[in-house]
Structure formats: C-alpha cells, structure tokens
C-alpha cells in the first residue's frame, strides 16, 4: 500500500523578497521524500494558514530574512491558535540570539540560522511529522 508523502509548506512571510534559503530548504524536503508546496515570496500569516489547511500540510516552515520575524511569526501562531491549526512551525534567516526563545515561548517548535546543515533540517522535520 502507497502511504502518502507527508506535506510541507515553505513560506516567506512579509516583504522579504529573498527566497533562495528557502528554496534550497524546499528542494532538500522534496530529494528526503517530502511533498512540498513552496508559497512564494510576500505571503502575510493568513495566506499561509489558509494553504496549510487547504494542502493539509503537516509542518509549516517559514524564512524569514527582514528582521520581521516577531511581528510575523507572532501573528501566525495567533492565527493558528484561533482557527484550532495544530501543526509544528519552524522558522529559519537571520534570527538574533536574544529572539530564539521568545519564538520558541510562542510556540514554534524550532528555530533555525543561515549555515545549518542540511541533514539536520531533514531530520528534525521527520521527527516533527512523524516520517521515518
């Protein structure tokens, strides 16, 4: 029996227009075995919580570089909670140290900076959704 690839959503949230991190993350999903669905730049929190319902994604990664990170990641996990989404958030750019554990507190299962490899993102993410 075919079990279905566990979907991810990648996202850029906000005015960041730098995606490749991102795209190199979705691409390295998709070679682990992972279906992803990569939104594209300039999403806001809402689009993104309307994707991951609409593809029943189980894990939303997002990337932010702006500085954003606070106002956006905060205002997705308030929406997740209002509209009952349960699935694990990871975040990944340019986070300053003294931040990890305020996204951490809002929720966000893990937090992730430029130069971390690859293997690890793959695995923490198989861990988070369950995939061997």
Same mark, same amino acid.
């Given at each position: 029996m075919h079990m279905p690839k566990p979907k991810i959503i990648i996202a850029k949230?906000?005015?960041?227009?730098?995606?490749?991190? @991102?795209?190199? !993350? @979705?691409?390295?999903?998709?070679?682990?075995?992972?279906?992803?669905?990569? *939104?594209? !730049?300039?999403? *806001?929190?809402?689009?993104? !919580?309307e994707t991951a319902i609409q593809e029943d994604a189980k894990l939303i990664g997002v990337s932010i570089l702006s500085g954003s990170h606070m106002e956006l990641v905060g205002e997705l996990m308030k929406i997740m909670r209002e509209r009952g989404v349960n699935i694990p958030v990871l975040v990944g750019g340019i986070i300053p140290p003294e931040d990890r554990?305020?996204?951490?507190?809002?929720?966000?299962? @893990?937090?992730?900076?430029?130069? *971390?490899p690859l293997r690890e993102i793959i695995d923490i993410v198989k861990k988070l959704v369950g995939a061997s």
């Open positions: 949230l906000g005015l960041d227009g730098h995606d490749r991190g @991102a795209k190199v !993350i @979705a691409r390295a999903l998709a070679e682990a075995g992972f279906e992803v669905v990569y *939104t594209g !730049i300039r999403q *806001t929190p809402s689009q993104v !919580i554990d305020a996204l951490l507190k809002m929720g966000v299962a @893990a937090v992730y900076g430029p130069g *971390t």
